[in-house]
C-alpha cells in the first residue's frame, strides 16, 4: 500500500515559519516528482510547490513564491517544505503528493496522496 507520510504542522504566528516533512517509503517513488497542495475549509485544493524526481527544478504556487521552499533528501526518501513569513491564509491542511509526472503536477491528476497535516496560523 502506497504510503506518504506528511508531519511537521503545527500552530505558528503569522510571520513564522515551519517546516513540513514527507516521507516514503515505496522505492518506485524515487524518481517520481513530489510535492504539495493545500485545503482551506470552505475553499479548493490549491498547489503550492513541486520538486522533479532528480530535485534539480522546483515550481511554486503564485501564492507562496519567494516564502516557501521545497528541498529533496533522496537518501532518506523525504521532501520538505521550508515556510516563511507565514500569513493567516496560509492555513489549510496541506498534502504532499507524488506523481510521475512534473509539467502538469499542479493539476493533481492521478497523484498519490498522503494523508494531510494541519498548518494554523494566527494573527
Known amino acids: 500500500q502506497v504510503q506518504l507520510v506528511e508531519s511537521g504542522g503545527g500552530l505558528v504566528q503569522a510571520g513564522g515559519s515551519l517546516r513540513l516533512s514527507c516521507s516514503w517509503s515505496?522505492?518506485?517513488?524515487?524518481?517520481?516528482?513530489m510535492g504539495w497542495f493545500r485545503q482551506a475549509p470552505g475553499k479548493e485544493r490549491e498547489f503550492v510547490a513541486v520538486?522533479?524526481?532528480?530535485?534539480?527544478?522546483?515550481r511554486y504556487g503564485d501564492s507562496v513564491k519567494g516564502r516557501f521552499t521545497i528541498s529533496r533528501d533522496a537518501a532518506k526518501n523525504t521532501i520538505y517544505l521550508q515556510m516563511n513569513s507565514l500569513k493567516p491564509d496560509d492555513t489549510a491542511i496541506y498534502y504532499c503528493?507524488?506523481?510521475?509526472?512534473?509539467?502538469?503536477?499542479?493539476?493533481?491528476?492521478?497523484?498519490?496522496w498522503g494523508q494531510g497535516t494541519q498548518v494554523t496560523v494566527s494573527s
Open positions: 503528493a507524488t506523481s510521475n509526472v512534473y509539467y502538469n503536477f499542479r493539476l493533481g491528476d492521478n497523484h498519490y
Open positions: 515505496e522505492r518506485t517513488f524515487n524518481g517520481y516528482s
Open positions: 520538486i522533479s524526481g532528480g530535485g534539480v527544478n522546483s
